[in-house]
């Protein structure tokens, strides 16, 4: 069972930005591959971007180009960059591990609104 805290959800117009935060262990770091989820109201939970151990990184189609996920390891941290942010994008954002996400442990992620 691990432990992740999101940050840096919040009220933006559409075509802003916003960019999110995940605290966690340098163990995550070094043994998992991370990705951030999503979910609408009414709606399933939503693979958005993983990047794996070793760096490789894949995008869903929907945020492609508009999203970017990172991570520095100085601070056991991983980052999603949201740009061009769209209505459609607004939805509780999940920082996890793909094994705890397939096992159903999740956080409280953070809220992302994109409204005028």
């Known amino acids: 069972q691990v432990q992740l805290v999101e940050s840096g959800g919040g009220l933006v117009q559409p075509g802003g930005s916003l960019r999110l935060s995940c605290a966690a262990s340098e163990s995550i770091f070094s043994t998992n591959s991370m990705g951030w989820y999503r979910q609408a109201p009414g709606k399933q939970r939503e693979w958005v971007a993983v990047?794996?151990?070793?760096?490789?990184?894949t995008y869903a189609d929907s945020v492609k180009g508009r999203f970017t996920i990172s991570r520095d390891n100085a601070k056991n941290t991983v980052y999603l960059q949201m740009n061009s942010l769209k209505p459609e994008d607004t939805a509780v954002y999940y920082c996890?591990?793909?094994?705890?996400?397939?096992?159903?442990?999740w956080g409280q992620g953070t809220q992302v609104t994109v409204s005028s």
């Open positions: 996890n591990t793909l094994k705890q996400g397939a096992l159903g442990y």
């Open positions: 990047i794996t151990n070793s760096g490789r990184i």
